[in-house]
């Protein structure tokens, strides 16, 4: 078990309008990253070589063109990337599965060891359709209706014996998924996201909540930069601030919104333990009261 690593994050910048070329470019960046800091882990931000598509709320059949399985060129690109650098990465993709005699599709992250190849992946949960000013969006269309969605909170164990889980943006604002993986003692989440719109200032903020009442490492890593599809309504600024946050719930590290910049830091368990010794609010926990409202809104 390794007393401490160097995490990172790739603040993706905008599509450069093909996923080759956006692949490309992420080896490019990674590559820089792992150089400059040498991360023991790399993440990218929420569907790295595709444009945020789902933005475009009319459902348009065209964009499952950008859907590939976990043996395509995404995940394969990565998984070699991280044999040649020697460092975990994490990447994300539209996934195309074939389950059964139904073709399915996912908003999925996934993590490639230097040593053992994929070692994992997690499905986006909790899957939103937002009819707001500044943000409007339809993923339901897009990862909800073929496959329902994810259904699990995994975690990973990186070599360095480092558990790690993952939720992807929308995730990040459910407090039942951070109690499941902090449930699975993980020592850090990280949450790839592509978000733009109303929620800009509370980025930040609600992901420094998150990391002090779990007592965890949490790392925000966000897309920037302005794209626009044909059929979009809203003209959407991604607003990066990809950030991490200590388990105290301190601001470790921030960026501003400028593309292709890079959170990093060295994180240690040492400091997990001295926030569970602070306020330990797992044993705080009275599960036998919070079951009676679990499964349905009382009015």
């Known amino acids: 078990m390794k007393e401490s690593m160097v995490i990172a994050g790739l603040q993706n910048g905008a599509y450069a309008g093909d996923v080759e070329t ?37 459902p348009d059949e065209t964009f499952f063109n950008f859907a590939e399985p976990m043996n395509g060129p995404t995940v394969s690109a990565m998984v070699e990337l991280a044999k ?52 409007k969006t339809d993923e339901k269309f897009y990862f909800e209706q073929y496959g329902g969605g994810g259904d699990a909170f995994p975690t990973i164990t990186l070599d360095n014996g480092w558990k790690i889980g993952i939720l992807i943006c929308f995730d990040r604002s459910f407090p039942e998924a951070w109690r499941s993986l902090r449930m699975q003692d993980v020592d850090a989440v990280v949450v790839p996201t592509a ?60 960026t501003d919104d400028e593309e292709w910049q890079h959170v990093s830091a060295e994180i240690s368990k040492a400091t997990l333990a001295q926030s569970r010794n602070r306020v330990d609010w797992l044993a705080n926990r009275k599960p036998e009261v919070y079951e009676r409202y679990q499964t349905e809104v009382v009015n």
Do not use: W
């Open 22 to 58: 956006n692949l490309q470019k992420i080896v490019t960046e990674c590559k820089r990253v792992i150089a400059l800091d040498k991360p023991d882990l790399l993440v990218c931000a929420e569907l790295m070589t595709a444009p945020y598509f789902a933005a475009v709320t009319t």
């Open 195 to 254: 978000t733009y719109g109303y929620r800009k200032d509370l980025y930040v903020a609600e992901l420094r909540v998150r990391a002090m009442e779990n007592n965890l490492f949490v790392m925000g890593v966000n897309k920037a930069g302005t794209e626009a599809l044909q059929g979009e309504e809203v003209l959407r600024h991604h607003f990066g601030q990809s950030c991490i946050l200590s388990p105290f719930g301190d601001v470790v590290t921030v």
């Open 84 to 135: 040649e650098t020697d460092t975990h990465l994490i990447g994300t993709v539209f996934e195309k599965a074939e389950e059964g005699e139904s073709t399915n599709y996912y908003n999925t992250a996934f993590v490639c060891s230097p040593t053992r190849g994929l070692i994992g992946s997690y499905r986006k949960v909790h899957v939103p359709k937002v009819d707001d000013a500044t943000m």
